[in-house]
């Protein structure tokens, strides 16, 4: 059975941080590209960031480069996104995300919420 537990989300103020972690399980955690993506209110879901099967690749939207960082261990099977800088902007539902050739999951989600 495919599993997401995603957690770290929260609310913070602008100008702070947040780490989300996301645990996988259930599928070739190692087989996959994986990554975060996120939906704001009336709006369409969109890619944060995302990292190749062995970290050797990584891509950022723009919206985000030189603030958050994605990693992964893929012994722990394990994704993460380092946010920093935060701008209410960057409040949404952030999604953990899996895919393959043949493949594509997605975690439940979870809140961040930027507001003084």
């Known amino acids: 059975q495919v599993q997401f537990v995603e957690s770290g989300g929260g609310l913070v103020q602008p100008g702070g941080s947040l780490s989300l972690s996301c645990v996988a399980s259930g599928f070739s955690f190692s087989s996959y590209s994986m990554g975060w993506y996120r939906q704001a209110p009336g709006k369409e879901r969109e890619l944060v960031a995302r990292?190749?099967?062995?970290?050797?690749?990584?891509t950022y939207a723009d919206s985000v480069k030189g603030r958050f960082t994605i990693s992964r261990d893929n012994a722990k099977n394990t994704v993460s996104l380092q946010m920093n800088s935060l701008k209410p902007e960057d409040t949404a539902v952030y999604y953990c995300h899996a895919v393959n050739n043949w493949h594509d999951r997605w975690g439940q989600g979870t809140q961040v919420t930027v507001s003084s």
């Open positions: 990292i190749a099967n062995f970290g050797g690749s990584r």
